[in-house]
């Protein structure tokens, strides 16, 4: 059974930084490609960065360009979203997702729509 499980989540006043994890059982992530995507209330589920198969490729939404990176640890099976200069407007419950159709594109929108493999969350908020 897959299970991706996302921690690292809080309270970060903005500009600071946090970063979250999501730790990956029952297949070998570095076959798959990830992506990391965030929903804030009342809005649409935004993708914000993703990495491709064997880390090939990594894309992020313009508005996180410059201030989130995202990587992977093959040995820990597990893959990182690292969030600095947080915004206010970056609070939302982020999610990490894949799966054998989900496509990590090298530049445009990030689409979780392939994505049949995601976590519970994690919930970021930035706030003074």
């Known amino acids: 059974q897959v299970q991706l499980v996302e921690s690292g989540g809080g309270l970060v006043q903005p500009g600071g930084s946090l970063r979250l994890s999501c730790k990956v059982s029952?297949?070998?992530?570095?076959?798959?490609?990830l992506g990391w995507f965030r929903q804030a209330p009342g809005k649409e589920r935004e993708g914000v960065a993703c990495?491709?198969?064997?880390?090939?490729?990594?894309n992020y939404a313009d508005s996180v360009k410059g201030r989130f990176t995202i990587s992977r640890d093959n040995a820990k099976n597990t893959a990182y979203l690292h969030l600095d200069d947080v915004k206010q407007e970056d609070t939302a419950v982020y999610y990490c997702?894949?799966?054998?159709?989900?496509?990590?594109?090298?530049?445009?929108?990030?689409?979780?729509?392939?994505?049949?493999?995601w976590g519970q969350g994690t919930q970021v908020t930035a706030s003074s």
């Open positions: 990495i491709g198969v064997r880390s090939s490729v990594s």
């Open positions: 997702a894949t799966g054998n159709q989900f496509y990590c594109p090298a530049y445009g929108r990030i689409s979780g729509a392939a994505a049949d493999l």
């Open positions: 029952g297949l070998i992530l570095e076959d798959y490609g």
